[in-house]
């Protein structure tokens, strides 16, 4: 049911000294359907077990030629080493399908602020190619609040530069460097609760008025702490939950197990974007996505955890606990579904990709 493709690396080319970009063509050759913010799932096999990560796009459609991702690489990384040390042009790789909801908004705020760290610019990168050279929402004022080590570990650095002086007074950029001074629009502190609200009031022309509040939206894409100071913030800025969207694909915490009883069976039914059912019968205690794997049954995921949103089905007969690090939501007909965190609990479950 799953929709995979193979990609060949057609280029690499060094961001910094630990991360790269690989723009990357269909072996099919047919057309890649993504939005910016998006992300693709790559996989491999890795000592005979499947793994997954995610990594967002650097390009834009409409953009860019080809489709791109920006790898930066984790100590002891699986996939990050080999992608950004040992993979070539030429390469093959697997991927599920382009994915994610760190989207732009469908109509135009007045303010869009983004807040990024490390690799966390990436999605943003793609999302400001759109907004300043493809021109959407050109009435909007844009700001980016941007925290790394140092110039040289900046990813885009030179791009974003540039589009700071193309585009004066509609983009700004504020970099925050711990370990480097004497950088143009750049602060050498940390991030923290005082200085972003600061810098957030700046960027809104010092008052935060019930209309600015309403019309601003905020885009969060960096370590999990850093975006909990944000999300924090903001809450006491009296901002809107709504208009504040993050990105991560590692959670907090892991979700407790639960136990598996294989006397009791759940059935699930899934229908999948072409229309495809598919039937099949899982354990009670086991996630939906698991018994489905567990029998040979691909759906869709990334991550397993709840935080990507890959896994995402709409609920169209039964119920569903979804089993969150911090809460357990009760969800029925209607509902979006992470099936690689839900639990069924009535005896049937339908479920449908949009």
């Known amino acids: 049911m799953e ?17 790269v970009t690989l723009r990357l063509e269909p072996t099919d050759g047919r057309p890649v359907a993504y939005l910016p913010g998006q ?16 990594y967002s796009f650097s390009s834009c459609p409409g953009l860019d030629n080809q489709p791109a991702i920006t790898i930066k690489r984790v100590p002891n990384g699986l996939f990050s080493n080999w992608l950004v040390q040992e993979s070539q042009p030429g390469d093959l790789l697997l991927s599920a399908a382009p994915a994610g909801q760190f989207l732009l908004p469908t109509q135009a705020p007045r303010h869009l602020i983004y807040l990024a760290a490390g690799s966390g610019i990436t999605p943003i990168f793609s ?4 907004l300043l050279e493809l021109g959407l929402f050109p009435d909007t004022s844009i700001a980016l609040f941007y925290a790394n080590r140092d110039s040289a570990n900046t990813i885009f650095k030179k791009q974003i530069d540039q589009w700071v002086h193309t585009f004066p007074g509609r983009f700004s950029c504020t970099y925050f460097l711990s370990r480097e001074k004497a950088v143009e629009n750049a602060l050498f502190r940390h991030l923290g609760n005082a200085l972003f609200e600061r810098e957030t009031l700046r960027a809104l022309g010092g008052k935060l008025t019930p209309g600015i509040l309403k019309n601003t939206q905020i ?25 504040i969207h993050q990105e991560t694909f590692v959670p907090e915490r892991q979700q407790p197990l ?30 939906i996505l698991n018994g489905a794997l567990r029998q040979g049954i691909d759906l869709p995921y990334t991550c397993k955890t709840g935080v990507c949103l890959s896994c995402l089905a709409r609920c169209v007969h039964g119920n569903v606990e979804v089993q969150f690090v911090e809460q357990t939501r009760h969800e029925g007909p ?7 965190i839900g639990y069924p609990v009535s005896p049937t479950v339908e479920l449908v990709y949009d």
């Open 3 to 19: 929709q995979k493709r193979h990609w060949r690396i057609s280029s690499k080319n060094r961001e910094t000294p630990d991360s």
């Open 39 to 54: 992300y693709l799932p790559l996989i491999r096999t890795i000592n005979g077990r499947e793994e997954r990560r995610a």
């Open 127 to 130: 999302h400001l190619k759109k």
């Open 219 to 243: 885009y969060l894409c960096a370590p999990v702490a850093l975006m909990r100071m944000a999300q924090m913030t903001l809450g006491v800025l009296d901002f809107p939950k709504e208009n």
């Open 258 to 287: 639960r136990t598996i009883d294989t006397s009791q069976t759940h059935h699930i039914a899934v229908t999948d974007r072409t229309g495809a059912r598919t039937e099949f019968d899982i354990y009670a205690g086991e996630t």
């Open 334 to 340: 209607g509902a979006l579904i992470n099936t690689c």
